[in-house]
C-alpha cells in the first residue's frame, strides 16, 4: 500500500467510520484505541492511562412565549431545565449587575456576549472578565440562561452561532441562538416564557496514548497532535490530519537514528472544556519535562489551500536555525505567524521550546471549517500531511 493511499485510509477511519471523537464518547475511545493498535507493532513503548471526564448527550430544546416559538439549542455540557418564567434581557455586565433575576430567565445579548467564555477551572488562560462574569451568574442565580450570538470566527471557528457558555462545571442551565433570534426574544422582555430542554451529563473516561522510543535517553522530543474533535464534528483538519503525520513520523522513525528519546503524544482534550488529556499529563508526567529538549504540536495541518506554517515559540536562535535548515528540502513548508489556541502552549508555559505547525491559511480555515460538519477528509490534502512528517522526521535525526 503506498503512503498516500495508507494516509487517505487513516483519515476515513478517523472521520467516516469513527465519527465523532470528542472526548469521552464512544468515537473517541475507538479513535486512541485504533491509534494505539496501529503503532503498536512498531516497537514503540505504549502508555495509556485513564482519567475520568464528562461526556454529554442533548436532545431536544423548547423556548416559548405565548404562541410563539424561537429555535434555540442546548449549550455543550449543560443541564437540563424545564422552567416557565419571566424573561429579563441584559447587554453588557454593567446591567447584569443591576439586574434582578433570581428564578427567572435571562437573555443575555449585544456586547456582554462578544467572546465565549473560558470554562470556570480552565487552568491555561482565564481572563479576570471572564471569572466575573461567571461570579456575578452564580450570585444572580436565574433559573436558565439564553444567550444569542454574534459571528466571531477569529475566536471560535465557523460555528454560529456559538455557545458563549460550554462548561460543565457550570451547573445553571443554558441554551445558545443567534443574534437575530436574540433580537426577536428581547421584544418579548419581561412576558411569560417556556424553556425546556433535554440534556444529561455522563461521567465517563478517556485517555491520551504516548509511544515511547529510546526512553533511556537523556533528552527527550515530544511531538504531539489532539485526537479528540469538538462536538459533532468530523474533525478532518482539526485535528485528524496532525494524529495521522504522528503515525507517519512514528513509522518513518523506525528506521531512522536518533540519539533523542522520542514521545508521540496523541493527546485526548484540546476541543474539550476540561482539558482532561493535558491536564492529566501534566499530572503524571509534568516533572519529566525538565528532560524535554523541545516540543512540536501539529493542528489544523494539510488544508487544501496554501502551505504549511512552523512557528517558534521561546527556541533558541540556534535552535531555529537548525529547524529552517532541516525543513529547507520541503517547499511546502514555510515560516509563520505565531499562534498561541493549542496544545505547544502546554508546553511553552512549562519551560519548554516548541514549535507549532498548521495550515497558513489558518484564518480562512477557522472562519469556514473549524468546528462545524464541513471539516471533512475533502479539505484536507493528504501528501502535505505525508511532506509534514518526512520533514519532522529530519529535524529529529539531529539530535
Not at 287 to 314: C, H, M, P, T
Not at 318 to 346: K, N
Request: charged share 25%; hydrophobic share 40%.
Amino acid at each position: 500500500m503506498s503512503t498516500l493511499h495508507r494516509v487517505e485510509k487513516y483519515l476515513n477511519t478517523l472521520c467516516v467510520t469513527i465519527r465523532n471523537r470528542r472526548t469521552g464518547s464512544p468515537g473517541n475511545r475507538a479513535a486512541t484505541e485504533f491509534f494505539a493498535r496501529t503503532i503498536e507493532p512498531w516497537g514503540y513503548m505504549l502508555d495509556t492511562h485513564p482519567f475520568a471526564c464528562l461526556d454529554h448527550e442533548s436532545k431536544r430544546a423548547a423556548c416559548s412565549c405565548n404562541e410563539a416559538s424561537f429555535h434555540v439549542e442546548i449549550s455543550p455540557y449543560s443541564l437540563p431545565c424545564d422552567v416557565s418564567s419571566e424573561l429579563i434581557s441584559v447587554t453588557t455586565v454593567e446591567e447584569l449587575e443591576r439586574t434582578e433575576c433570581r428564578n427567572k430567565i435571562l437573555l443575555m445579548r449585544g456586547e456582554i456576549c462578544a467572546e465565549q467564555l473560558m470554562p470556570k477551572n480552565f487552568v491555561f488562560y482565564n481572563p479576570d472578565h471572564h471569572k466575573r462574569l461567571y461570579a456575578l451568574l452564580e450570585a444572580k442565580q436565574p433559573a436558565a440562561i439564553v444567550t444569542a450570538t454574534a459571528r466571531n470566527p477569529d475566536l471560535v471557528g465557523a460555528l454560529y452561532p456559538f455557545p458563549l457558555i460550554e462548561d460543565g462545571d457550570f451547573d445553571i442551565p443554558s441554551v445558545f441562538c443567534t443574534d437575530v433570534v436574540g433580537v426577536e426574544i428581547a421584544a418579548k422582555t419581561a412576558k411569560m416564557f417556556h424553556l425546556k430542554t433535554e440534556a444529561r451529563r455522563i461521567p465517563s473516561a478517556a485517555y491520551n496514548v504516548i509511544a515511547r522510543k529510546n526512553p533511556e535517553a537523556e533528552g527527550k522530543i515530544i511531538c504531539c497532535a489532539h485526537i479528540d474533535t469538538y462536538i459533532n464534528t468530523p474533525g478532518a483538519s482539526d485535528n485528524a490530519s496532525g494524529v495521522i503525520v504522528l503515525l507517519l513520523l512514528a513509522e518513518m522513525l523506525r528506521y531512522t537514528p536518533v540519539k533523542a528519546g522520542i514521545e508521540i503524544l496523541a493527546m485526548n482534550g484540546e476541543d474539550n472544556f476540561s482539558a482532561g488529556g493535558e491536564m492529566d499529563y501534566l499530572r503524571r508526567y509534568g516533572d519529566d519535562l525538565k528532560n524535554a529538549l523541545f516540543a512540536v504540536n501539529i493542528d489544523d495541518l494539510g488544508y487544501r489551500k496554501g502551505r504549511s506554517a512552523y512557528s517558534f515559540y521561546e527556541c533558541s536562535g540556534e535552535f531555529a536555525q537548525t529547524a529552517h535548515a532541516a525543513f529547507a528540502r520541503y517547499p511546502g513548508l514555510i515560516p509563520g505567524d505565531c499562534w498561541y489556541q493549542s496544545d505547544h502552549m502546554v508546553f511553552v508555559q512549562n519551560s519548554v521550546p516548541a514549535i507549532a505547525l498548521t495550515s497558513d491559511q489558518i484564518s480562512e480555515l477557522m472562519a469556514n471549517f473549524t468546528h462545524t460538519p464541513k471539516d471533512t477528509p475533502d479539505i484536507v490534502d493528504c501528501e502535505k500531511l505525508v511532506e509534514a512528517a518526512e520533514a519532522l522526521r529530519d529535524l529529529f535525526a539531529r539530535f
